[in-house]
């Protein structure tokens, strides 16, 4: 893993714990296994919902306009980085193992999917290329300028 995915998981899994700790951690604070056992999936739940609704606990019929699906996956993922407990499923009657495996942050997920195929989820901010219609356009006026440039040069000379 490049060393600037490991910062972008470390900034995520800070946003997390200060979030759900109400302080603030510096970009350099290294967390515990034990502190990291602590997370529970209803904690990042949570966490998840400010970062997709603006609020912890949305109303029912709320529509996500903050974050899509993509990004709460991508989340989910760099908390997983740091787990202690990665590969083991989330144990609701004991209350330990990967918080991230939980049916609670896998049903939340689901749910922002299915709203986004219907159109209610947040719009993507995902950049695209150019339609070839839109480059021709682009390239006749670049020609164009060009020609007028070229003609008010040899007005100069």
């Known amino acids: ?51 997709a609704y603006g609020t912890p606990v949305p109303p029912h019929d709320a529509n996500p306009i903050y974050a899509r699906a993509s990004s709460i996956e991508y989340y989910k993922k760099a908390i997983l980085f740091f787990i202690p407990d990665k590969h083991s499923a989330w144990n609701s009657a004991q209350n330990e193992g990967n918080p991230t495996r939980s049916p609670l942050i896998h049903d939340f997920i689901r749910i922002l999917k299915r709203k986004e195929v219907r159109g209610h989820g947040a719009e993507s901010r995902t950049a695209r290329a150019i339609t070839e219609f839109e ?12 020609t007028i440039v070229l003609f008010l040069m040899e007005l100069q000379v």
């Open 135 to 146: 480059y021709k356009n682009t390239m006749g006026i670049f020609a164009i300028l060009t």
């Open 1 to 51: 893993m490049s060393r600037s995915s490991r910062n972008d998981y470390k900034r995520t899994l800070i946003h997390l714990m200060n979030y759900t700790h109400n302080t603030e951690y510096s970009r350099d604070h290294v967390f515990s296994n034990a502190e990291l056992r602590q997370l529970t999936p209803f904690m990042i739940l949570r966490w998840f919902n400010v970062k």
